[in-house]
């Protein structure tokens, strides 16, 4: 069975400064893992993934996350944090076919 | 692309009251996805189908949960009769036919209210 942790329930953070939010996954075989942000009010919306390859993946609004598997771990980063970037973010791990098992979500919150 | 489209987007309903929400995925997307999402329990898987046909119904709560999928444009999920701890936000999503990876686009969702 898969599942994905994401140990944090909130991240703070000031406007300007790196942020990070964690998660960490448990699958069999290789796993497609995903980065979603939700909005308030609004559906999740694809970030970014990792499929195979660089371990470095780069998405949308300049957040990148870095798959370690030695520590089964997807974290994800923005080098300077927005206030806009403050929602709700999920983490999910996929086996490669069929469904994908989400985290518990963090909410981030960037200060002014 | 119009995205995923659920409607409606708010149904406040009562107790014992049949509630149907309905899904329009993006066209070609091979496989739809219905989740519910509250604070208690965060994001719950319910159903997925795969090209319309039902592969995994073990999130679907009880009895009073059903879900339809008739053709590839359209699915249902009707709770009858409905109770206040249905109350949640409903997401409908889908998928495209990738073999590298199943990113989920989800529609805006509907939130439901049982009174």
């Known amino acids: 069975a898969q599942s994905v942790a994401q140990p944090e329930d909130q991240v703070n953070v000031a406007e300007g400064n790196p942020l990070t939010v964690k998660c960490t996954y448990s699958?069999?075989?290789?796993?497609?893992l995903f980065w979603y942000v939700q909005y308030p009010n609004r559906g999740l919306q694809f970030l970014l993934k990792?499929?195979?390859?660089?371990?470095l993946v780069k998405g949308s609004y300049g957040f990148e996350a870095e798959f370690n598997k030695s520590q089964t771990s997807f974290h994800l980063k923005k080098p300077s944090a927005l206030v806009s970037d403050s929602a709700l973010y999920f983490c999910?791990?996929?086996?490669?076919?069929?469904?994908?098992?989400f985290g518990d979500g963090t909410t981030l919150t960037v200060k002014p | 692309d119009a995205g995923v489209i659920q409607s409606p987007r708010h149904e406040v309903t009562e107790m014992g009251q049949e509630v149907t929400l309905r899904c329009k995925p993006i066209?070609?997307?091979?496989?739809l996805f219905w989740y519910r999402q509250t604070m208690m329990r965060g994001l719950e898987l319910l159903i997925y189908?795969?090209?319309?046909?039902?592969?995994?119904d073990s999130g679907m709560p009880e009895d009073r949960f059903s879900a339809k999928m008739p053709n590839a444009s359209f699915s249902t999920l009707k709770i009858q009769p409905s109770e206040p701890r249905d109350s949640a936000v409903y997401f409908c999503?889908?998928?495209?036919?990738?073999?590298?990876?199943?990113?989920?686009?989800f529609g805006p969702g509907t939130r439901l209210t049982v009174l």
């Open positions: 189908f795969n090209n319309n046909v039902p592969i995994d």
């Open positions: 999910a791990v996929s086996p490669g076919a069929g469904k994908s098992t």
């Open positions: 699958v069999s075989g290789n796993p497609y």
């Open positions: 066209s070609g997307h091979n496989s």
């Open positions: 990792y499929i195979t390859g660089d371990n």
């Open positions: 999503a889908s998928t495209p036919p990738d073999s590298l990876g199943h990113t989920q686009y």
